[in-house]
């Protein structure tokens, strides 16, 4: 994948091209109140919404000192490599990504740890 990333006044937007499906994606995540944050995923003209809870704990479990928005940014690069934006649940909490996919904890953690 080929990655563009480009801060915002309002929040962290990742554009990468997924050269799988030939598509441009667009990541938008955006603070909410208290632990909840607003993900907005873009593709092939069309958007779907999120609301992600990231508790302090579940920062520091998957995350290991990463911000909120890089953890969520590389969830949803993981849901998204899995399964198309609109399967993904509209409001959620982070750990609940583990209960679909096994692989989500051990494999978040070795991306994170990666791009330090």
């Known amino acids: ?4 990333i480009a801060a915002a006044a309002s929040g962290y937007v990742e554009r990468h091209e997924d050269s799988r499906r030939g598509k441009t994606m667009e990541i938008h995540v955006s603070g909410g109140d208290r632990d909840d944050y607003v993900v907005e995923v873009k593709e092939s003209g069309s958007a779907t919404r999120h609301v992600v809870t990231v508790s302090p704990a579940a920062l520091e479990h998957y995350g290991g000192g990463a911000t909120a928005e890089r953890l969520l940014k590389e969830s949803f690069r993981f849901l998204l490599e899995r399964e198309p934006k609109e399967a ?26 990666s791009e330090s």
């Open 88 to 113: 993904i649940l509209g409001r959620f909490e982070i750990a609940v990504i583990g209960r679909y996919f096994s692989e989500y904890e051990a494999e978040i953690r070795r991306r994170i740890s």
């Open 1 to 4: 994948m080929d990655e563009t």
